[in-house]
């Protein structure tokens, strides 16, 4: 009678495998949304009458840069690494971010819209995959959803959706978020 083969991976070594995964994107994910952030404020800073503006931004930046610092704490403690795409990430973040400003604070909010409704259903979808894992993990994946859909939520209340194109700009960048999601788990 053959030996029955062991499987490729222990299951503790496919968890950890899949809870790097998901530190790793969502350290990814953060950057990437502090970068927008900062490229819209870079163009809305220098506009004359668009004080408000900054300071909504800024709040939102300052938001995200502390789940950045979660983040990156998370990482060391549990020795994973972070994506390899992190300088695309900030070159791309910042340049969504400006390019967006430069249509408007409507597009801007747009931006914002779309980037927080991707991410909170990826913290959904997180938090419901680290409930039986990982709680404590589950409860800071649950708060910073909480913390996303406030922005989302202040976005659309900023006239997000009568953006030029909203739907279109949506799209556009709901894809590729879940595309940075999809790259920044795995490498």
Avoid: N
């Avoid at 409704?117 to 993990?137: F, G, K, M, N, T």
């Amino acid at each position: 009678m053959a030996e029955a083969a062991s499987p490729p991976f222990p299951a503790d070594g496919a968890r950890d495998r899949r809870l790097a995964e998901m530190l790793r994107v969502d350290h990814a994910g953060e950057f990437g949304a502090v970068q927008i952030y900062r490229g819209q404020r870079a163009v809305f800073d220098m506009a004359p009458g668009k004080a408000r503006m900054s300071e909504l931004l800024s709040e939102m930046e300052a938001g995200e840069q502390s789940h950045l610092e979660t983040f990156d704490r998370l990482l060391i403690e549990r020795g994973v690494r972070p994506t390899v795409f992190a300088p695309v990430w900030r070159i791309a973040g910042f340049t969504l971010g400006a390019a967006t400003a430069l249509l408007g604070e409507k597009a801007a909010h747009a931006c914002t819209a779309a980037v927080e409704e991707v991410i909170e259903e990826h913290y959904a979808e997180q938090a419901r995959a680290l409930a039986e894992i990982d709680p404590e993990l589950k409860a800071t994946v649950e708060k910073f959803r909480d913390d996303e859909l406030h922005h989302k939520d202040t976005a659309i209340a900023e006239g997000a959706r009568e953006a030029p194109a909203y739907g279109l700009m949506s799209a556009v960048i709901k894809a590729g978020c879940r595309i940075a999601i999809k790259v920044s788990e795995k490498l």
